[in-house]
C-alpha cells in the first residue's frame, strides 16, 4: 500500500485548480478556446465559398462573440450580409472593422458603395476621399476616383430633381430620380419622392411599385403604408387598401391617418363581401340593395361606384329584369366601354327582351375583347339561333307573353288566345281557315311553354316542333295535320282532350 505524505497531498489537491488557471491562459474573451475563433472563420469561409450563407453566418457570429476586437469576423460576417442582401445589417460590421482597422482600405472602399447605394450621398464621398488618402491599389484607387464622381454627379442630379419637384414639373423630377436611383438602389427617399410624381402623373402601378420598396427600405414607414392603402382604395381595391392600412397600423396603432382610413375600408369591404354572398346564394334583389349600400357608403370613389353598378348589372340580368339590367350595364359601358362581364350581362338581358340584334353585338364585342371565353361562344349561338327562330315562329309572341313569365300566366293568355280563336266563332270560310292557322299555332305555343324541356329548347334557340330544327332524335310533335285534328278539344283543361267544346 502506498503511503502520501501529507506534504505532496496538499500539493495533489491544488492540481484541478492549477489545470483550470493553465487552461484560462489559453483562453479568448467569452471562453473561446485557442484556435476557436480561427476555426469559426474558416469553416465560415468555407460554407461561405459552397453558398451555405446561413451556415457561415452562425460561425461568423460566434467568431465575433469569441474575439469582438477581431476585426475580421465582423468583415467575414458583413459579406455574408451582403450575399443575403441585408445591406443595413453589413453597414454596422463594416463601420466596426474600420474603427477597429482604419487602414483597412477595403472595408472604407466597400462601405462607401454601400453608403452611396442607400443615397447617403455625403457620407459616401467621405470614405471614397479617404481611400484615395490611404495608398490604395491602383484598382482601389480607380474604383474611388470613378465613385467619387458619380456622387457629384449625383448629387447634381438630386439638386435638380428637387427643384423640378417644387415647380411640379413631375415628368422631369421623375426622368432624374430613374437614374439617381439605378445608382441609389436603396434610398427609400428617393422612391417616394418618385413615387409622388407618378402619383401626380396617374401612372399609379409604378407608384405602387416605389412605395411597396420604400415601405422595405425604412423601418416603420407609415406613411408609405398609408400611402398604398390610399392608391389602392382610389383605383377601387378596397381588399389591398384594407391590408396595406393593417400593416401601417402593426407599426403605430394610434396612427390618425391609417385609423381614420381603416374604419372607412373595413366598412366597405364588409358591405362588398355581404353583397357577394348575397349573389352566391342567388338572391340578386338583396345584392342589388347591398351594392347600392356600398355607393352610398362611398359616393366620392368613381371606380367603387362603377364596381358596384357592374356587379348590379349581373344581378339584373340574371334576375331576369331585363330593362332595369339593359339600363345599368349601359352606364357601365358608357365609362368603361371593354368591360367584358358588362357586355355579356347587357348581352343576357337583350335576350330576354327579345332584342336579338342588339345581344349578338354585345357578345361580338365581348369576344374582341375575350377571345377563348366559352361563355361568350355560346351566348353568341345562342343569341344567333334566336333571331334566326324569331324570323320564323315565336312562342312568346304568338301568346303575347313574355320570356320570363310563369306557367300561371302562359296558360292564362293560352285560355284567352284560345276563346278568342276557336275557328266555330267564325262564319265566313276564310276567316275560319285563318282562325284554324291561329288557333294551331296557339295551342302549339301552349304546348312548348308548358313542357319544361321543349321550353327549354325553344329558349336556346330550337323549335321542339319543327323537325328540321331538332338535333338528333327525341319526341316530335306535330300539331301540322289540320283543323280536323282538333274537333272536340278542350282549350280550357288541362288534361286528355276528351270534352267537347263548342260556342253558340
Not at 319526341?475 to 270534352?499: K, L
Request: charged letters at 30%.
Amino acid at each position: 500500500m502506498v503511503t502520501i505524505s501529507p506534504v505532496a497531498h496538499r500539493v495533489l489537491s491544488y492540481v484541478p485548480f492549477l489545470l483550470v488557471l493553465i487552461d484560462l491562459r489559453y483562453e479568448g474573451v467569452n471562453g473561446e478556446k485557442p484556435g476557436g475563433v480561427e476555426n469559426h472563420l474558416e469553416m465560415g469561409k468555407k460554407l461561405l465559398a459552397a453558398g451555405q450563407l446561413a451556415d457561415a453566418l452562425s460561425h461568423f457570429h460566434a467568431a465575433v462573440d469569441g474575439d469582438p476586437k477581431n476585426y475580421m469576423a465582423y468583415y467575414r460576417r458583413a459579406t455574408v450580409y451582403l450575399a443575403m442582401g441585408k445591406s443595413k445589417s453589413a453597414l454596422p460590421d463594416l463601420s466596426k472593422v474600420i474603427e477597429l482597422k482604419p487602414d483597412f482600405t477595403s472595408a472604407r472602399l466597400q462601405r462607401g458603395n454601400l453608403l452611396l447605394k442607400h443615397g447617403k450621398l455625403d457620407e459616401a464621398e467621405s470614405d471614397f476621399k479617404k481611400v484615395l488618402k490611404s495608398n490604395p491599389s491602383s484598382r482601389e484607387e480607380q474604383e474611388a476616383q470613378s465613385q467619387l464622381k458619380k456622387s457629384d454627379e449625383i448629387q447634381r442630379l438630386v439638386a435638380q430633381a428637387q427643384s423640378d419637384f417644387k415647380r411640379r414639373d413631375h415628368g422631369s423630377a421623375a426622368s432624374h430620380l430613374d437614374i439617381i436611383i439605378d445608382t441609389c438602389v436603396w434610398d427609400a427617399d428617393s422612391r417616394e419622392m418618385r413615387a409622388e410624381c407618378f402619383i401626380q402623373l396617374g401612372e399609379m402601378g409604378k407608384a405602387i411599385s416605389d412605395l411597396k420598396a420604400a415601405s422595405k427600405l425604412k423601418s416603420d414607414n407609415t406613411q408609405a403604408f398609408y400611402k398604398l392603402s390610399t392608391i389602392y382604395y382610389n383605383l377601387g381595391d378596397h381588399e389591398m387598401s384594407l391590408s396595406e392600412v393593417r400593416e401601417c397600423l402593426k407599426l403605430d396603432p394610434d396612427h390618425k391617418q391609417c385609423f381614420s382610413h381603416y374604419k372607412q375600408v373595413k366598412k366597405l369591404n364588409k358591405q362588398i363581401h355581404a353583397a357577394e354572398e348575397l349573389i352566391q346564394q342567388e338572391k340578386y334583389s338583396d345584392a342589388v340593395s347591398k351594392y347600392e349600400s356600398v355607393m352610398k357608403t362611398e359616393p366620392n370613389v368613381p371606380q367603387f361606384t362603377l364596381n358596384a353598378k357592374e356587379r348590379m348589372c349581373h344581378c339584373l340580368s340574371k334576375d331576369q329584369q331585363p330593362a332595369k339590367a339593359i339600363s345599368v350595364c349601359s352606364e357601365v359601358l358608357k365609362a368603361d366601354p371593354q368591360n367584358v362581364n358588362a357586355l355579356k350581362d347587357r348581352a343576357e338581358a337583350y335576350l330576354q327582351d327579345d332584342q336579338y340584334e342588339e345581344a349578338i353585338r354585345d357578345f361580338e364585342s365581348a369576344k374582341e375583347h375575350s377571345e377563348n371565353d366559352q361563355q361568350i361562344k355560346e351566348g353568341l349561338e345562342r343569341a344567333q339561333r334566336l333571331l334566326k327562330q324569331s324570323q320564323k315562329r315565336d312562342y312568346y309572341k304568338i301568346l303575347g307573353v313574355k320570356r320570363t313569365a310563369q306557367k300561371k300566366e302562359i296558360l292564362k293568355a293560352y285560355r284567352k288566345l284560345a276563346q278568342q280563336w276557336h275557328p266555330d266563332n267564325f262564319q265566313d270560310a276564310e276567316e275560319k281557315k285563318k282562325a284554324e292557322k291561329k288557333f294551331i299555332d296557339i295551342a302549339q305555343a301552349k304546348e312548348v311553354l308548358t313542357d319544361p324541356e321543349m321550353r327549354s329548347k325553344f329558349d336556346q334557340g330550337e323549335d321542339p316542333m319543327d323537325p328540321e330544327s331538332q338535333q338528333g332524335g327525341g319526341h316530335h310533335h306535330h300539331f301540322h295535320s289540320g283543323w280536323d285534328n282538333f274537333q272536340g278539344f278542350n282549350p280550357f283543361g288541362s288534361g286528355p282532350f276528351n270534352f267537347k267544346f263548342n260556342f253558340n
